[in-house]
Protein backbone atom coordinates (compact mmCIF):
# COMPACT_ATOMS: atom_id res chain seq x y z
CA UNK A 1 0.00 0.00 0.00
CA UNK A 2 1.59 3.21 -0.87
CA UNK A 3 0.94 7.00 0.40
CA UNK A 4 -2.03 8.98 -1.60
CA UNK A 5 -0.06 10.77 -4.72
CA UNK A 6 -1.31 14.12 -5.78
CA UNK A 7 -0.98 15.09 -9.78
CA UNK A 8 -1.84 18.56 -11.08
CA UNK A 9 -2.46 19.09 -14.73
CA UNK A 10 -2.84 21.91 -16.83
CA UNK A 11 -6.28 23.16 -19.27
CA UNK A 12 -4.88 23.77 -22.63
CA UNK A 13 -6.11 26.36 -25.15
CA UNK A 14 -5.53 25.31 -29.15
CA UNK A 15 -3.89 28.68 -30.78
CA UNK A 16 -4.00 26.87 -33.93
CA UNK A 17 -6.41 24.69 -35.04
CA UNK A 18 -6.25 23.85 -38.47
CA UNK A 19 -8.82 20.79 -39.50
CA UNK A 20 -8.40 18.10 -42.82
CA UNK A 21 -11.36 16.50 -44.04
CA UNK A 22 -12.98 13.42 -42.23
CA UNK A 23 -11.04 10.49 -42.48
CA UNK A 24 -12.21 6.89 -43.03
CA UNK A 25 -11.98 6.03 -39.37
CA UNK A 26 -13.87 9.10 -38.75
CA UNK A 27 -11.42 11.49 -37.13
CA UNK A 28 -9.88 14.20 -38.67
CA UNK A 29 -6.62 15.21 -39.45
CA UNK A 30 -5.23 18.02 -37.75
CA UNK A 31 -2.23 20.31 -37.52
CA UNK A 32 -3.14 21.47 -33.81
CA UNK A 33 -1.21 24.13 -32.19
CA UNK A 34 -1.54 23.34 -28.14
CA UNK A 35 -0.77 25.86 -25.14
CA UNK A 36 -1.41 24.79 -21.79
CA UNK A 37 -2.47 27.66 -19.36
CA UNK A 38 -2.56 28.09 -15.62
CA UNK A 39 -5.50 26.25 -14.73
CA UNK A 40 -5.58 23.18 -13.07
CA UNK A 41 -7.64 19.92 -12.38
CA UNK A 42 -5.30 17.91 -9.30
CA UNK A 43 -6.10 14.01 -9.38
CA UNK A 44 -5.48 12.18 -5.89
CA UNK A 45 -4.73 8.66 -6.69
CA UNK A 46 -5.17 6.53 -3.15
CA UNK A 47 -4.70 2.61 -2.27
CA UNK A 48 -8.20 0.95 -2.59
CA UNK A 49 -10.15 -2.50 -2.71
CA UNK A 50 -11.23 -1.44 -6.11
CA UNK A 51 -11.63 1.04 -8.65
CA UNK A 52 -13.58 4.50 -7.63
CA UNK A 53 -13.99 7.64 -8.76
CA UNK A 54 -14.88 10.84 -6.93
CA UNK A 55 -15.01 14.42 -7.58
CA UNK A 56 -15.15 17.95 -6.32
CA UNK A 57 -15.67 21.82 -7.66
CA UNK A 58 -18.18 23.43 -9.86
CA UNK A 59 -20.17 21.12 -12.54
CA UNK A 60 -19.04 18.01 -11.41
CA UNK A 61 -22.59 16.50 -11.59
CA UNK A 62 -21.99 16.73 -15.19
CA UNK A 63 -18.99 14.25 -15.20
CA UNK A 64 -19.22 10.93 -15.06
CA UNK A 65 -17.72 8.82 -11.62
CA UNK A 66 -18.13 5.30 -13.32
CA UNK A 67 -15.29 3.64 -15.34
CA UNK A 68 -16.61 5.99 -18.63
CA UNK A 69 -14.76 8.40 -16.87
CA UNK A 70 -11.54 8.85 -18.84
CA UNK A 71 -9.10 8.55 -15.28
CA UNK A 72 -11.14 5.53 -14.37
CA UNK A 73 -9.88 4.00 -18.04
CA UNK A 74 -6.45 5.65 -17.08
CA UNK A 75 -5.99 3.59 -14.14
CA UNK A 76 -7.78 -0.10 -15.98
CA UNK A 77 -5.43 0.49 -19.40
CA UNK A 78 -1.82 0.83 -17.10
CA UNK A 79 -2.81 -2.02 -14.32
CA UNK A 80 -4.02 -3.64 -18.04
CA UNK A 81 -0.32 -3.23 -19.14
CA UNK A 82 1.44 -4.67 -16.01
CA UNK A 83 -0.73 -7.41 -14.84
CA UNK A 84 -1.70 -5.50 -11.44
CA UNK A 85 -5.63 -4.94 -10.67
CA UNK A 86 -6.71 -1.07 -10.97
CA UNK A 87 -7.17 -1.03 -6.91
CA UNK A 88 -7.53 2.83 -6.92
CA UNK A 89 -9.56 5.53 -5.25
CA UNK A 90 -9.43 8.32 -7.76
CA UNK A 91 -10.21 11.72 -6.52
CA UNK A 92 -10.76 14.71 -9.00
CA UNK A 93 -10.36 18.52 -7.63
CA UNK A 94 -11.75 19.90 -10.50
CA UNK A 95 -11.16 23.67 -12.00
CA UNK A 96 -10.97 23.32 -15.24
CA UNK A 97 -14.36 24.20 -16.87
CA UNK A 98 -16.01 20.57 -17.70
CA UNK A 99 -17.40 20.31 -21.19
CA UNK A 100 -15.44 23.80 -22.34
CA UNK A 101 -13.34 22.77 -24.80
CA UNK A 102 -10.06 23.02 -22.80
CA UNK A 103 -9.36 19.32 -22.52
CA UNK A 104 -10.32 18.94 -18.74
CA UNK A 105 -11.28 15.51 -19.20
CA UNK A 106 -7.82 14.65 -21.03
CA UNK A 107 -6.33 16.33 -18.08
CA UNK A 108 -8.06 13.91 -15.66
CA UNK A 109 -6.86 11.34 -17.92
CA UNK A 110 -3.18 12.18 -18.18
CA UNK A 111 -3.40 13.16 -14.29
CA UNK A 112 -4.41 9.79 -13.14
CA UNK A 113 -2.22 7.84 -15.35
CA UNK A 114 1.10 9.75 -14.40
CA UNK A 115 -0.42 9.39 -10.22
CA UNK A 116 -1.24 5.64 -10.58
CA UNK A 117 2.39 4.74 -12.23
CA UNK A 118 3.31 6.77 -9.06
CA UNK A 119 1.37 4.97 -6.76
CA UNK A 120 1.81 1.61 -8.51
CA UNK A 121 5.69 2.24 -8.81
CA UNK A 122 5.16 0.71 -12.27
CA UNK A 123 7.82 3.36 -13.43
CA UNK A 124 6.93 3.28 -16.95
CA UNK A 125 8.69 4.94 -19.46
CA UNK A 126 7.54 8.66 -21.35
CA UNK A 127 6.84 6.64 -24.40
CA UNK A 128 5.22 4.41 -22.89
CA UNK A 129 3.35 6.96 -20.68
CA UNK A 130 2.45 8.76 -24.11
CA UNK A 131 1.48 5.85 -25.83
CA UNK A 132 -1.28 5.13 -23.71
CA UNK A 133 -2.54 8.11 -23.47
CA UNK A 134 -2.90 8.39 -27.15
CA UNK A 135 -5.08 5.23 -26.68
CA UNK A 136 -6.93 7.40 -24.28
CA UNK A 137 -7.94 10.05 -26.36
CA UNK A 138 -6.40 12.64 -28.85
CA UNK A 139 -5.77 15.31 -26.63
CA UNK A 140 -4.10 13.14 -23.69
CA UNK A 141 -0.38 13.29 -24.61
CA UNK A 142 -0.28 17.13 -24.51
CA UNK A 143 -1.66 17.09 -20.84
CA UNK A 144 0.94 15.18 -20.13
CA UNK A 145 3.52 17.17 -21.65
CA UNK A 146 2.19 20.49 -21.30
CA UNK A 147 4.18 23.59 -22.76
CA UNK A 148 3.21 24.12 -26.15
CA UNK A 149 3.34 21.75 -28.61
CA UNK A 150 2.12 21.32 -32.36
CA UNK A 151 -0.10 18.04 -32.62
CA UNK A 152 -0.39 16.21 -35.83
CA UNK A 153 -2.52 12.91 -36.70
CA UNK A 154 -5.24 13.12 -34.89
CA UNK A 155 -3.66 15.17 -32.46
CA UNK A 156 -1.87 12.83 -30.23
CA UNK A 157 1.72 12.85 -32.36
CA UNK A 158 3.42 15.93 -30.59
CA UNK A 159 6.29 18.13 -31.60
CA UNK A 160 7.18 20.20 -28.16
CA UNK A 161 7.84 24.05 -29.37
CA UNK A 162 9.85 26.80 -27.53
CA UNK A 163 7.39 29.65 -26.35
CA UNK A 164 9.44 32.88 -26.10
CA UNK A 165 7.65 34.82 -22.81
CA UNK A 166 4.42 34.76 -20.81
CA UNK A 167 1.06 35.52 -22.56
CA UNK A 168 -1.60 36.26 -20.69
CA UNK A 169 -5.39 34.88 -21.20
CA UNK A 170 -8.86 35.65 -20.14
CA UNK A 171 -11.20 32.51 -20.98
CA UNK A 172 -15.50 33.12 -20.96
CA UNK A 173 -17.51 29.77 -19.18
CA UNK A 174 -20.45 29.88 -21.38
CA UNK A 175 -24.03 28.22 -20.08
CA UNK A 176 -23.83 24.18 -20.97
CA UNK A 177 -20.95 22.43 -22.57
CA UNK A 178 -20.38 21.08 -25.96
CA UNK A 179 -19.99 17.60 -27.26
CA UNK A 180 -16.53 17.07 -29.37
CA UNK A 181 -18.34 14.73 -31.73
CA UNK A 182 -21.23 16.99 -32.38
CA UNK A 183 -18.74 19.90 -33.09
CA UNK A 184 -16.54 17.78 -35.21
CA UNK A 185 -20.01 16.03 -37.18
CA UNK A 186 -21.29 20.11 -37.28
CA UNK A 187 -17.58 21.07 -39.65
CA UNK A 188 -18.21 18.05 -41.93
CA UNK A 189 -21.79 19.66 -42.92
CA UNK A 190 -20.27 22.44 -43.17
CA UNK A 191 -17.52 21.53 -44.95
CA UNK A 192 -19.44 19.04 -47.19
CA UNK A 193 -18.97 19.74 -51.02
CA UNK A 194 -15.36 21.40 -50.23
CA UNK A 195 -12.51 21.20 -50.91
CA UNK A 196 -10.94 21.23 -46.75
CA UNK A 197 -6.90 21.92 -47.63
CA UNK A 198 -4.58 19.59 -45.46
CA UNK A 199 -3.99 21.10 -42.55
CA UNK A 200 -0.57 22.33 -41.77
CA UNK A 201 0.83 24.44 -38.98
CA UNK A 202 1.05 28.49 -39.79
CA UNK A 203 5.23 29.37 -39.58
CA UNK A 204 4.17 32.95 -38.70
CA UNK A 205 2.23 31.81 -35.49
CA UNK A 206 5.22 29.20 -34.84
CA UNK A 207 7.08 32.43 -34.90
CA UNK A 208 4.85 34.34 -32.69
CA UNK A 209 4.79 31.81 -30.24
CA UNK A 210 8.72 31.87 -30.21
CA UNK A 211 9.05 35.42 -30.00
CA UNK A 212 6.74 35.86 -27.02
CA UNK A 213 5.08 38.51 -29.02
CA UNK A 214 1.09 38.52 -28.05
CA UNK A 215 0.12 41.05 -30.78
CA UNK A 216 2.02 39.20 -32.93
CA UNK A 217 0.28 35.86 -31.81
CA UNK A 218 -3.20 37.44 -31.98
CA UNK A 219 -2.64 38.16 -35.54
CA UNK A 220 -2.56 34.44 -36.09
CA UNK A 221 -4.84 32.41 -33.78
CA UNK A 222 -6.79 30.31 -35.92
CA UNK A 223 -9.93 27.85 -35.00
CA UNK A 224 -11.22 25.89 -37.98
CA UNK A 225 -13.74 24.69 -35.68
CA UNK A 226 -15.35 28.06 -34.63
CA UNK A 227 -17.56 28.15 -37.45
CA UNK A 228 -19.19 24.97 -36.40
CA UNK A 229 -19.06 25.79 -32.65
CA UNK A 230 -21.01 29.06 -33.24
CA UNK A 231 -23.59 27.45 -35.74
CA UNK A 232 -23.82 25.12 -32.48
CA UNK A 233 -23.96 27.86 -29.98
CA UNK A 234 -25.07 31.34 -32.07
CA UNK A 235 -24.97 33.26 -28.68
CA UNK A 236 -21.12 32.64 -28.43
CA UNK A 237 -20.51 35.21 -31.05
CA UNK A 238 -21.71 37.75 -28.12
CA UNK A 239 -19.15 36.80 -25.86
CA UNK A 240 -16.78 36.83 -28.39
CA UNK A 241 -17.76 40.42 -29.29
CA UNK A 242 -17.67 41.70 -25.94
CA UNK A 243 -14.47 40.61 -25.31
CA UNK A 244 -13.01 42.45 -28.57
CA UNK A 245 -14.62 45.56 -27.24
CA UNK A 246 -13.30 45.07 -23.80
CA UNK A 247 -9.76 45.50 -25.40
CA UNK A 248 -8.45 41.56 -25.84
CA UNK A 249 -5.86 41.63 -28.73
CA UNK A 250 -7.96 38.55 -30.35
CA UNK A 251 -11.00 36.53 -29.42
CA UNK A 252 -11.05 32.92 -30.19
CA UNK A 253 -13.34 30.05 -29.59
CA UNK A 254 -11.03 27.22 -27.58
CA UNK A 255 -11.37 24.30 -29.39
CA UNK A 256 -14.42 22.80 -29.78
CA UNK A 257 -16.18 25.02 -27.32
CA UNK A 258 -17.83 26.72 -25.94
CA UNK A 259 -15.20 28.10 -23.73
CA UNK A 260 -13.97 31.32 -25.40
CA UNK A 261 -10.40 32.83 -25.12
CA UNK A 262 -9.19 36.31 -24.89
CA UNK A 263 -5.42 36.97 -25.44
CA UNK A 264 -4.56 40.40 -23.66
CA UNK A 265 -1.40 42.31 -23.84
CA UNK A 266 -0.52 41.89 -20.26
CA UNK A 267 -1.97 40.69 -16.99
CA UNK A 268 -3.28 44.56 -16.06
CA UNK A 269 -5.72 44.07 -19.65
CA UNK A 270 -6.17 40.63 -18.68
CA UNK A 271 -8.26 41.47 -15.44
CA UNK A 272 -10.17 44.72 -17.04
CA UNK A 273 -11.44 42.68 -19.97
CA UNK A 274 -12.29 39.42 -17.55
CA UNK A 275 -14.15 42.26 -15.49
CA UNK A 276 -15.97 43.76 -18.92
CA UNK A 277 -16.61 40.17 -19.94
CA UNK A 278 -18.79 39.60 -16.46
CA UNK A 279 -20.17 42.86 -17.02
CA UNK A 280 -21.25 42.57 -20.68
CA UNK A 281 -23.85 39.54 -19.17
CA UNK A 282 -22.41 36.99 -21.88
CA UNK A 283 -20.70 34.49 -20.53
CA UNK A 284 -20.87 32.69 -17.03
CA UNK A 285 -17.82 32.66 -15.40
CA UNK A 286 -14.47 34.52 -16.25
CA UNK A 287 -10.98 32.79 -15.56
CA UNK A 288 -7.81 34.59 -15.78
CA UNK A 289 -4.83 32.51 -17.07
CA UNK A 290 -1.31 32.71 -18.34
CA UNK A 291 0.77 30.29 -20.30
CA UNK A 292 2.63 28.38 -20.78
CA UNK A 293 2.05 26.18 -18.16
CA UNK A 294 4.01 22.35 -17.10
CA UNK A 295 2.52 19.50 -17.75
CA UNK A 296 1.32 16.75 -15.59
CA UNK A 297 2.82 17.22 -12.75
CA UNK A 298 3.12 15.10 -9.16
CA UNK A 299 2.89 17.61 -6.30
O1 LIG B 1 -9.81 11.46 -29.40
P1 LIG B 1 -11.03 11.84 -28.66
O2 LIG B 1 -11.70 10.66 -28.01
O3 LIG B 1 -10.83 12.96 -27.70
O4 LIG B 1 -12.04 12.39 -29.72
C1 LIG B 1 -13.40 12.63 -29.43
C2 LIG B 1 -14.15 12.77 -30.73
O5 LIG B 1 -13.77 13.96 -31.40
C3 LIG B 1 -13.92 11.67 -31.73
O6 LIG B 1 -14.77 10.60 -31.50
C4 LIG B 1 -14.20 12.35 -33.04
O7 LIG B 1 -15.59 12.46 -33.25
C5 LIG B 1 -13.71 13.77 -32.79
N1 LIG B 1 -12.31 13.98 -33.25
C6 LIG B 1 -12.06 14.02 -34.60
N2 LIG B 1 -10.78 14.24 -35.04
C7 LIG B 1 -9.77 14.42 -34.16
C8 LIG B 1 -10.01 14.39 -32.78
C9 LIG B 1 -11.30 14.16 -32.35
O8 LIG B 1 -12.96 13.87 -35.42
N3 LIG B 1 -8.55 14.64 -34.62
Given at each position: MGRPVTVRVPAKVNVQLAVGAARPDGFHDLANVFLAVGLYDEVTATPADGLRVTAEGH???????????LAARAAELLAARHGIAPDVHLHIAKDIPVA???AGGSADAAGALLACDTLWSTGSSRAELLDICAELGSDVPFSLVGGAALGVGRGELLTPLTVGGAFHWVFAVAEGGLSTPDVYREFDRLTAGTDVPEPQASPALLAALESGDATALAATLANDLQPAALALCPELAATLAAGRAAGALAALVSGSGPTTAFLTKDPESAHRVAEDLLASGSCRQVRVADSPAAGATVV
Open positions: DVDRIPLDRTNGGM
